[in-house]
């Protein structure tokens, strides 16, 4: 498998050794125990902590590990057959336990179409939990805004529940290249929200378009989802940004349930870079 990945002190590409990554002008980059490598340049952020912390990763892992989510995850690994052909190289940009592109990197290989992929996210946290599937998957802790590979070197980038970095995006696709973007709709876990808040809101939807870049397909997924017991019940919750944002008096409100009923609602649009 090749290594497209890129120094993000000097951009020139980065060799993979046994323990670490280095480039030719020597800066050094090591594997952690779990395999990835941290290509985060942390003096450009002022922030304390980088994406989803332990809780949330964790929550996301138990909630995805039970397929509430993989219609979601069925109708992305047919959208990938339709576009993509052995040898492609593939960016899962913000890709967190790599739950998606792992699923759709083992459909691929059974229809007999030998992709890449690569996976990036800010959180460490959601890497470690990727390098527990052994999917084969090269994973670096990076931000989208600077992604740490070539221009112009992915046929493919998935998008999903994440920032839309689209300048960097279309840097790294080659013409032609496909970007393939999950979002949540309207009323995507409604039901949940109006079990926490007095006043639930609708989810901001944006626009599809994005400069250099063409929709050529746009398609929704809808399903009410049935939630068995109170564990799935709180890893929904806690998966989200809503937990973070919700006092403990509204908490609460979800430790009597032990089943429960919610849209799940979600936006595929497929891009071509122009």
């Known amino acids: 498998m090749r290594n497209f990945f ?18 030719e002008s020597g800066h050094c980059f090591d594997k952690s125990k779990f395999g990835y490598v941290n290509l985060l340049m942390s003096q450009k952020s002022s922030a304390k902590r980088h994406g989803d912390d ?8 138990d909630f995805l590990s039970k397929n509430y989510y ?29 739950w998606y592109s792992s699923g759709i990197l083992d459909y691929l290989s059974s229809k007999n179409i030998e992709a890449e992929f690569f996976g990036i996210d800010i959180s460490k946290d959601a890497l470690e939990f990727a390098s527990k599937r052994k999917s084969g998957i090269r994973a670096a802790v990076a ?12 046929d493919g980038l998935l998008n999903i529940f994440s920032p839309g970095a689209f300048e960097e995006f279309r840097r790294v696709l080659k013409t032609d290249g496909i970007l393939i973007r999950v979002i949540p709709l309207e009323k995507h876990l409604f039901n ?10 609708f989810n901001d939807v944006p626009g599809p378009a994005i400069e250099g870049f063409e ?26 940004p809503y937990y973070y944002k919700t006092g403990k008096d509204d908490q609460q409100k979800l430790e009597s349930l032990e089943s429960f009923s919610t849209q799940a609602e979600f936006g595929i649009r497929i891009y071509k870079k122009i």
């Not at 949940?192 to 809101?201: E, M, S, V």
């Not at 564990?231 to 998966?239: G, H, R």
């Open 143 to 154: 931000s989208l805004f600077s992604i740490p590979l070539p221009d112009e070197s992915c």
């Open 6 to 23: 890129i120094c993000p002190v000097c951009e020139k590409k980065l060799n993979e050794e046994e323990r670490l990554y280095r480039c």
């Open 215 to 240: 929709l050529i397909e746009e398609t929704e997924l809808k399903k009410t989802i049935n939630i068995r017991g109170n564990k799935d019940i709180e890893a929904l919750f806690m998966m989200t």
């Open 54 to 61: 332990r809780l949330m990763v964790r929550a996301r892992r």
């Open 70 to 98: 993989g219609f979601l995850r069925d109708r992305l690994c047919v959208i990938c057959e339709k576009h993509f052909e052995g040898g492609s190289v593939i960016l899962d940009a913000g890709c967190g336990e790599c």
């Open 192 to 201: 949940l929200k109006a079990a926490i808040y007095d006043k639930p809101y």
